[in-house]
Each structure stands twice: as C-alpha cells, then as structure tokens.
C-alpha cells in the first residue's frame, strides 16, 4: 500500500498542477477541497471534448423502449455522494434512474452499497415486483482480495460498517436483499443468467473493476445492461483504462454525456458470447423528475 499512496500523492499534484486556475488559490488552506476542484476541472474539460475514449451516448438513445414520455424517481437522500456541489454525480444517478426504469428489470444486481442510496433508487426506479440484491464487504472488514486503490481501503475502514442505510425503513426494502462478501470470492453462480441491470460501483482498481465485469457478464441475461459508475475520473481508479479495453474488444460500452456514468446492453443476439469476446480483449420519499 506504501505504493498506492505515493501513486495517489502523486496523481494528486498533477490534479492540481494541471486543474487548478488562478481562481482555485481561494481554496489553498484546503488542500482536499483543491485536488477535488482540480480534477473535477479535468473531468469536465474532457467531457465538453468529447475526448475519453467511448463513445457519449444517453441512455434513451441506446436502450429500446415503449414509452416517448416516462418519469423517473428520485429520494430526497442525505447521501451527499449524489447530491453533493458536484453536479455529475447528479445526472450519473439520472441516468442510472433512467436507464432502471426503461429496462423495468425484474433481477437488479449492485456491487458496492455503502450507504444504499443508488440501491434505493433502484429499487425506486424497478417495478414492484423486481428483487434488488446488494454486496458490499461484511461490516468491519477491510481486506481485499485484489489490489485495492487507497479511496476503496479509506472507504472500506470508514464507510461499510452500517446496518442502517438509505432504503431502510422504507417502501422499496421489501424489495431489496442486502449481501455480504467480496466481489473477487464471492460465488455470483446463482444469479448466472438472471440479471437484467448489473450496477458495478464497488473497488475501483483495475483488477477489480475487471474482475467485477467477468462476474456480471456471467450473470447479465441476453438483452440486459450493465452500468460501471466513475468512468473518466480523474483520480485513482482503473474504470477508465479496463472499459476502453473491454470496447476495443468488442463490446458496445457508452459514457454518459457530462457524466461518469458508462454502460452496455448485451444485444439478445450476441450476449451469450459476450464473456468469449471478453476473454478475446484481454480481460467486468420521492419526488418525480
């Protein structure tokens, strides 16, 4: 680990040697507000460029649906992930919500709850009769089984030792299954074929975001999605180089215009050879809106 932060220090200070402006000096006495503005700065900059790698497409253009008008919902959530100063994450958990609601998935599976706000809006966005499952690593432990960027071990130590989340208490837990476990090591066999709408938003390193993927392609049936949060961030984390591999290999992998937010829908007639194309590449309260 004594590696990962030198690495992360060092991202850190490009962050805010090539992010920050004249302007940002109003946030020098906090340092972590500073590299936060910086590489927001970045992310941005290569989202109005249209430069990182996958093609930008939103989800009402990609995933077949019924409906021309339709609503989604969204939870008035302490969750200041998603509803923080930082306007993406916003329009991630949109397009999330949308992409939810014009699948209407009867099997939901997520990898990485924390504090269960994107579960509970999934299981706000799913129809009543949709299962949502839920893994996070048992309260407490802060082991992984693959390397691990220093944000997943700090949020692992500081963030997955609740058993009150978001959705609890609410109308949509009945619907949701909270699991415990590491993605690496734990046994996805029986939801092989089952899943309409796989959410990968776990370890952020490259071998688990890679090793999530085989995991969810294994499970994804023919016609459905998977989403993978935090794409063309500028900080430590391997989403972005894993996804534009997994699309040079084949598959149709889309970003969210001005987000984070990237996804594919396995065609019905192609996706049970989806994990032999992996294999080839290399390599995984409401208010309506």
């Given at each position: 680990?004594?590696?990962e932060w030198?690495?992360t220090?060092?991202?850190?200070a490009r962050n ?10 109003v946030?020098?006495?906090?340092p ?5 503005y910086?590489s927001?700065s ?8 249209q430069?990182?790698g996958l093609p930008e ?7 077949p649906?019924?409906?021309?008008d339709?609503?989604i919902?969204l939870?008035e959530?302490?969750?200041s992930?998603?509803?923080g100063?930082v ?5 991630d ?5 949308t992409?939810c609601?014009?699948?209407e998935?009867?099997?939901v ?6 504090t269960?706000?994107?579960t509970l809006?999934l299981?706000?966005n799913?129809?009543d009769h949709?299962k949502?499952y839920?893994l996070d690593?048992p309260?407490?432990q802060?082991?992984?089984s693959?390397?691990?960027t220093v944000s997943d ?5 500081t963030?997955?030792s609740t058993t009150?989340y978001a959705f609890s208490?609410?109308?949509?837990e009945?619907?949701?299954h909270?699991?415990h476990?590491?993605?690496a090591t734990f046994?996805?066999?029986?939801w092989h074929?089952?899943?309409?709408l796989f ?12 090793s ?6 294994a499970?994804v ?31 149709d992998?889309?970003?969210?215009p ?8 396995l065609p019905?007639?192609?996706a ?12 995984a ?5």
């Amino acid at each position: 680990m004594l590696f990962e932060w030198v690495r992360t220090a060092a991202i850190a200070a490009r962050n805010v040697a090539v992010g920050s402006n004249l302007a940002s000096s109003v946030l020098i006495t906090r340092p972590r507000a500073l590299v936060g503005y910086a590489s927001e700065s970045m992310f941005l900059l290569k989202a109005m460029r249209q430069h990182r790698g996958l093609p930008e497409r939103q989800v009402y253009e990609v995933v077949p649906h019924r409906e021309r008008d339709f609503t989604i919902a969204l939870a008035e959530c302490a969750d200041s992930s998603w509803f923080g100063p930082v306007a993406s994450f916003l329009v991630d958990l949109i397009a999330l919500c949308t992409l939810c609601r014009l699948l209407e998935p009867r099997v939901v599976f997520e990898i990485g709850t924390l504090t269960g706000s994107s579960t509970l809006h999934l299981g706000l966005n799913s129809p009543d009769h949709a299962k949502v499952y839920t893994l996070d690593l048992p309260p407490g432990q802060q082991q992984f089984s693959l390397p691990a960027t220093v944000s997943d071990v700090e949020t692992a130590r500081t963030g997955t030792s609740t058993t009150k989340y978001a959705f609890s208490g609410t109308d949509v837990e009945r619907k949701i299954h909270t699991l415990h476990g590491d993605s690496a090591t734990f046994d996805f066999s029986s939801w092989h074929g089952q899943v309409d709408l796989f959410f990968i938003d776990g370890a952020h390193s490259y071998e688990y975001v890679r090793s999530d993927t085989e995991q969810a392609l294994a499970c994804v049936r023919p016609g459905g999605a998977l989403a993978w949060h935090d794409f063309g961030r500028a900080g430590v984390n391997g989403v972005s180089r894993y996804l534009t591999e997994l699309a040079a290999g084949g598959l149709d992998v889309f970003v969210i215009p001005g987000g984070s937010l990237a996804y594919a829908v396995l065609p019905k007639r192609a996706a049970d050879d989806a994990p032999e194309r992996l294999a080839m590449s290399g390599g995984a309260g409401t208010r309506r809106s």
